[in-house]
């Protein structure tokens, strides 16, 4: 075909009325106190707590999901199969409230400042969306809703995160669920989708099953499905849900730091988000561990992002109810 004849998927798109935007899926922009009075709040947080021997490797995270789904924006308002529907019902609102200024060199500045800015959105009933991050960004994440009820977490990853400390870090990504473990107001804790190895030993395991964890590894997944993932999260729950992009597998999100094969399929991940939504009242949802450097295409950042639009597209839907 000559030079002048090709044309890219933007353009392509714009039969569809695509235009590509700096938000995501070019939501309005505000500030935090902005998003607070919003239905919804997205805000990226690069990192939390880096390992000196990784530095911040997803910081890049936020700005490349923003960007796998940019040139849709145009069509945020069309029918959403995944959702049946429009992703933001009418008379639900949603706001993009950028990133968090965040300093690799400051894991206890970034912590607060994610907590801060959870607290912020929480205080006037929006619900937070958060674009990470390393794995770690959860655990202030979760600090957030101190004092706000009790909670049950539902986390995706090929990892169970149950190390206590790793290079001297008790808060890395390593550590994430032992830590959440810990704070008073989690209840119940689901985990889906571990599977090879990780960093987690033996007797990690053995203290997350001590703690009243439920876990249902990658294989029951591929033998049996998601329903018993489901069938733990207990009625009424309040719900915060944390994807970690190497629980999927890796055919559909390349790029994450410790890939491993056999994860979840996308639609079984979607499925798992809406079985959840109708048994429990999503309060927050992050997703984390995407690596732009080692994505395909942007394979993984439009999978991460079409993750985030059934989040926001859910929550919508509760909210609206």
Same mark, same amino acid.
């Given at each position: 075909?000559?030079? +002048?004849?090709?044309?890219?998927?933007?353009?392509?798109?714009? $039969?569809?009325?695509?235009?590509?935007?700096?938000? %995501?899926?070019?939501?309005?922009?505000?500030?935090?106190?902005?998003?607070?009075?919003?239905? $919804?709040?997205? #805000? =990226?947080?690069?990192?939390?707590?880096?390992?000196?021997?990784?530095?911040?490797?997803?910081?890049?995270?936020?700005?490349?999901?923003?960007? *796998?789904?940019?040139?849709?924006? =145009?069509? @945020? +308002?069309?029918?959403?199969?995944?959702? =049946?529907?429009?992703?933001?019902?009418?008379?639900?609102?949603?706001?993009?409230?950028?990133?968090?200024?965040?300093?690799?060199?400051?894991?206890?500045?970034?912590?607060?400042?994610?907590?801060?800015?959870?607290?912020?959105? &929480?205080?006037?009933?929006?619900?937070?969306?958060? &674009?990470?991050?390393?794995?770690?960004?959860?655990?202030?994440?979760?600090?957030? #809703?101190? *004092?706000?009820?009790?909670?049950?977490? &539902?986390?995706?990853?090929?990892?169970?995160?149950?190390?206590?400390?790793?290079?001297?870090?008790?808060?890395?990504?390593?550590?994430?669920?032992?830590?959440?473990?810990?704070?008073?107001?989690?209840?119940?804790?689901?985990?889906?989708?571990?599977?090879?190895?990780?960093?987690?030993?033996?007797?990690? %395991?053995?203290?997350?099953?001590?703690?009243?964890?439920? %876990?249902?590894?990658? @294989?029951?997944?591929?033998?049996?499905?998601?329903?018993?993932?489901?069938?733990? /999260?207990?009625?009424?729950?309040?719900?915060?849900?944390? $994807?970690?992009? +190497?629980?999927?597998?890796?055919?559909?999100?390349?790029?994450? $730091?410790?890939?491993?094969? =056999?994860?979840?399929?996308?639609?079984?991940?979607?499925?798992?988000?809406? *079985?959840?939504?109708?048994?429990?009242?999503?309060?927050?949802?992050?997703?984390?561990? #995407?690596?732009?450097?080692?994505?395909?295409?942007?394979?993984?950042?439009?999978?991460?992002?079409?993750?985030?639009?059934?989040? /926001?597209?859910?929550?919508?839907?509760?909210?609206?109810?």
């Amino acid at each position: 075909m000559p030079a +002048d004849k090709r044309r890219t998927p933007s353009q392509v798109g714009a $039969i569809y009325g695509v235009t590509a935007a700096a938000t %995501f899926l070019g939501l309005p922009a505000g500030t935090l106190e902005d998003g607070a009075k919003a239905d $919804i709040a997205i #805000f =990226g947080a690069a990192t939390a707590t880096p390992y000196p021997s990784v530095g911040a490797y997803c910081a890049g995270a936020p700005r490349a999901i923003r960007a *796998g789904i940019a040139n849709w924006a =145009g069509a @945020r +308002d069309h029918m959403d199969f995944d959702l =049946g529907g429009r992703m933001l019902p009418e008379g639900v609102t949603a706001i993009d409230c950028g990133d968090l200024e965040i300093d690799p060199e400051d894991a206890a500045g970034n912590r607060a400042k994610i907590t801060a800015a959870a607290r912020t959105l &929480l205080a006037d009933g929006a619900v937070p969306v958060v &674009l990470g991050g390393d794995d770690s960004v959860p655990i202030p994440l979760f600090q957030a #809703f101190e *004092g706000r009820g009790s909670f049950t977490v &539902l986390q995706v990853d090929a990892h169970i995160d149950w190390r206590d400390e790793v290079q001297g870090i008790r808060l890395g990504l390593s550590s994430t669920m032992r830590r959440a473990s810990e704070m008073g107001w989690i209840e119940h804790i689901v985990q889906v989708g571990a599977r090879g190895t990780g960093s987690a030993r033996v007797s990690d %395991f053995e203290d997350a099953r001590g703690a009243g964890v439920t %876990f249902v590894s990658g @294989r029951e997944v591929a033998m049996h499905g998601i329903r018993a993932a489901l069938d733990a /999260i207990p009625m009424g729950a309040n719900l915060l849900i944390t $994807i970690d992009c +190497d629980g999927l597998d890796s055919t559909v999100i390349p790029g994450v $730091i410790g890939p491993a094969p =056999g994860g979840l399929t996308y639609w079984q991940a979607v499925e798992l988000m809406h *079985g959840a939504a109708r048994r429990a009242t999503i309060a927050a949802f992050d997703i984390v561990e #995407f690596m732009p450097e080692r994505d395909i295409q942007q394979q993984g950042a439009l999978a991460a992002a079409r993750l985030v639009a059934n989040a /926001i597209g859910l929550i919508a839907r509760q909210r609206r109810r």
